[in-house]
């Protein structure tokens, strides 16, 4: 499995971009997608995360509202739609799949050790 994050690229506050993740594959035992971020300096943080299974989709509390991840099983993308940017929200995003058991998406999905493939990032940066 490959991933490729695309969608990047600079905005103003308050504007919105679309992030991209398109999968060579999904395997059968590829649970979920999630999308990562990291600031220069700062540690690699869990954006969101939607299962592949059920379509269950899980928010950073700092996104909650803002940003919202979708997935066409069909095509192997996950998008993830980001309104109303912030400044802080400038970072590279980076997407991976979620191979453990999917009953625990729910409660790890932040965590970045859980996932298996990772894709290059792509820069969001948001700045007037």
């Known amino acids: 499995v490959q991933l490729q994050a695309s969608g990047g690229g600079l905005v103003q506050p308050g504007g919105s971009l679309r992030l991209s993740c398109v999968a060579s594959?999904?395997?059968?035992?590829?649970?979920?997608v999630g999308w990562f971020r990291q600031a220069p300096g700062k540690e690699r943080e869990g954006v969101s995360s939607?299962?592949?299974?059920?379509?269950?989709?899980y928010y950073a509390d700092f996104v909650k509202g803002r940003f919202t991840i979708s997935s066409d099983n069909a095509k192997n993308t996950v998008y993830l739609q980001m309104n109303s940017l912030k400044p802080e929200d400038t970072a590279v995003y980076y997407c991976?799949?979620?191979?453990?058991?999917?009953?625990?998406?729910?409660?790890?999905?932040?965590?970045?050790?859980?996932?298996?493939?990772w894709g290059r990032g792509t820069l969001v940066t948001v700045s007037s």
């Open positions: 991976a799949t979620f191979r453990g058991d999917p009953l625990l998406l729910l409660r790890v999905w932040e965590e970045p050790s859980r996932y298996a493939v």
């Open positions: 939607v299962s592949l299974d059920d379509g269950s989709a």
């Open positions: 594959e999904f395997a059968s035992y590829d649970h979920g």
